[in-house]
């Protein structure tokens, strides 16, 4: 297919068959690397661009992700949209999860709902593209067909995804310059890495679980033992089609997708659907999978991998084995990618036990935090000083600008030379008025500020819809409660030289003030006390002096609907993560996690929380 322009989307399969997309800015540093060509190395490492990511490398020539503390493949691809598409305008719809933080919805759903909203529409039902929920525009939230459970979402403004124009080939493969052809196909390397790899994808072919050869040295033959593949683990979802039609209220509209290209799809999965439709044509290697005995596999390739650290092939480093694997370490990393191209899943060590909670401690061992006051802290209702009126505390914060620029209003997307397009409750300000923030120097209409400020929880701050950039103190809307912080003669692990800081957060029930979703009615507490966990580092216990302060702040939890159990009116996580396993790491909230105080000083910075916040609190 052959486009004038469109924007790359960049996507990765999660483990349900489906696509996810990488953000704006990840898509654009990947977009980069592929630009730069054979100089950048074939490698994108994904913590450049965001230190959630650190752990993972993009390989452009197999196409795949690779997570270098467990082993894991995943495949990547490069997707192409309309320019007119809600990526190619910058907006992410998102979902609120079970912990409280937001999802980005699949490109494909995003771009439907994207249109239903441009349409007007008063809601839109996703069924028609394999999905069995109603968006409602109105109350901002999802509804599940069959269980009627809601989540909230949202609709924000990012960056624009990166475009490309001109004629772009049907299939490509690294390197590539957007807009241009292929190249023919170089011929294959000769080094002892990439022979291993192509001998196991050719014993993959030819179904043998004898010794393997490299390419060219073996005779063809031809496949046996042609059987079927099961289908992946996960839920099976309808594909989407590129040719259907939105279903909502008002005409029908055509989807925005216009191209889907896969790059090395994985065995049994197709773009957009976990499982290939019958009857459709399947390349001999992946059929003969059924009769390769993986056993013999996996020692083949940890033989091999031997023989090539022998002979000084770099490794990828694998961290966190914890012993229960046959794999060494330093095979770790080959061997996941020789399984991994053959097809079979990667699967370096036994799962952990979940360890919830520390060893039983005494209260004689229960120590105090060196350089921390007291030993528990209550929330108070204190906010921060308000302003007369959203007018006045704006006006701190802004500079009128008399000769707007000719571009969009990001809140109501009209032009700034126009007036605004806010069309809720009235400020008392003229909707033509235009004003820059101070510190950010964004413009917006000062009518949609005032508008914005009065729909938040209008505490004397104000946070920059574009930049995030926060103006004043931010503060939240937790319900009062106790954080009780102390010092307990146990390691975490991946922290072995230091104690562990234990926090316990208690939060009873109660009834929800002015200031909550629901004034004057009741709200649950479930889960509490919540205990979690931090080293007893010198980076711990900054990062508990600023929790303290997020605590004070009322920015730890706040009362909306869990999306673990759909429960509305209840104590939820605020954006600001812990880790709640003390043990083990099973369930992504616990030890070891190398980045994680690095990621929630990065949390508690975008709620305006940093080290000059504790020196303003003593003040």
């Not at 704006?24 to 959630?52: F, M, T, Y």
């Not at 190249?183 to 291993?196: D, G, K, R």
């Not at 490794?315 to 694997?325: A, E, F, Q, R």
């Not at 000769?403 to 033509?432: F, N, W």
Request: aromatic residues 6%; positive net charge.
């Amino acid at each position: 297919m052959l486009l004038a322009s469109a924007v790359v989307v960049w996507e990765w399969l999660n483990e349900h068959g489906r696509w996810r997309p990488y953000s704006p800015a990840v898509s654009h540093h990947i977009e980069a690397v592929v630009r730069a060509g054979p100089r950048a190395g074939g490698s994108v490492v994904l913590g450049q661009v965001d230190s959630r990511l650190a752990p993972y490398i993009i390989d452009l020539q197999s196409m795949n992700q690779f997570r270098q503390d467990t082993g894991t493949l995943r495949p990547v691809r490069r997707n192409y949209y309309d320019p007119s598409s809600a990526p190619g305008k910058g907006v992410v719809w998102e979902w609120e999860n079970d912990n409280g933080s937001w999802t980005p919805y699949d490109m494909e759903v995003g771009i439907t709902i994207q249109h239903a909203y441009e349409k007007q529409h008063p809601w839109i039902d996703l069924t028609s593209i394999g999905f069995s929920y109603i968006i409602d525009f109105s109350t901002m939230g999802q509804i599940n067909r069959q269980t009627q459970r809601q989540r909230r979402i949202r609709r924000r403004l990012d960056l624009i995804y990166p475009m490309v124009t001109g004629t772009m080939p049907k299939a490509q493969s690294w390197p590539v310059n957007p807009g241009t052809t292929t190249s023919p196909p170089a011929p294959p390397c000769s080094c002892p890495q990439c022979v291993l790899v192509m001998s196991v994808k050719a014993a993959v072919v030819h179904g043998s679980s004898g010794p393997l050869q490299p390419p060219g040295t073996r005779k063809n033959i031809a496949p046996s033992g042609v059987g079927k593949l099961p289908p992946p683990p996960g839920p099976v979802t309808k594909p989407l089609n590129t040719s259907s039609t939105m279903r909502g209220p008002g005409k029908t509209a055509p989807s925005q997708v216009i191209q889907r290209q896969v790059s090395n799809t994985p065995a049994g999965a197709t773009a957009g659907s976990p499982t290939s439709p019958q009857g459709s044509n399947r390349k001999p290697g992946r059929v003969a999978l059924a009769t390769l005995n993986r056993s013999n596999l996996q020692r083949l390739a940890i033989a091999q991998s031997r023989v090539l650290i022998a002979s000084g092939v770099p490794t990828v480093p694998v961290k966190n084995l914890n012993g229960s694997s046959p794999v060494n370490p330093a095979l770790a990393g080959i061997t996941g990618i020789l399984m991994s191209a053959a097809g079979l899943p990667v699967c370096l060590t036994r799962p952990p036990k979940l360890v919830l909670h520390p060893p039983p401690v005494s209260k004689s061992e229960i120590k105090s935090i060196p350089g921390v006051s007291n030993t528990s802290r209550k929330t108070t209702k204190k906010q921060a000083k308000k302003g007369k009126t959203p007018e006045e505390v704006l006006k701190k914060y802004l500079q009128k600008v008399r000769h707007p620029p000719e571009e969009d209003c990001t809140i109501c997307m009209e032009r700034l030379t126009a007036p605004s397009g806010y069309k809720g409750p009235q400020p008392t300000v003229k909707p033509d008025l235009v004003g820059k923030l101070s510190r950010c120097g964004h413009i917006y209409h000062i009518y949609c500020l005032v508008a914005m400020y009065n729909n938040g929880n209008k505490d004397g701050s104000l946070q920059c819809p574009t930049c995030k950039t926060i103006y004043g103190v931010k503060t939240g809307t937790q319900p009062p409660g106790k954080m009780e912080y102390h010092l307990i003669p146990h390691s975490l692990p991946g922290h072995p030289d230091c104690k562990t800081i234990r926090i316990i957060y208690s939060i009873p029930p109660g009834i929800q003030g002015p200031e909550h979703p629901n004034p004057g009615k009741s709200f649950s507490a479930r889960g509490f006390p919540r205990h979690c966990y931090l080293p007893d580092s010198e980076k711990g216990r900054k990062v508990l002096k600023l929790l303290l302060v997020a605590w004070d702040r009322r920015l730890i939890f706040a009362i909306g609907t869990s999306s673990t159990t759909g429960e509305s009116d209840t104590v939820v996580w605020n954006e600001v993560h812990h880790k709640t396993e003390f043990g083990s790491n099973l369930t992504g909230h616990g030890y070891p996690d190398a980045n994680y105080l690095d990621n929630v000083l990065a949390e508690l910075a975008a709620q305006g929380i940093s080290e000059d916040s504790t020196a303003q609190e003593k003040d």
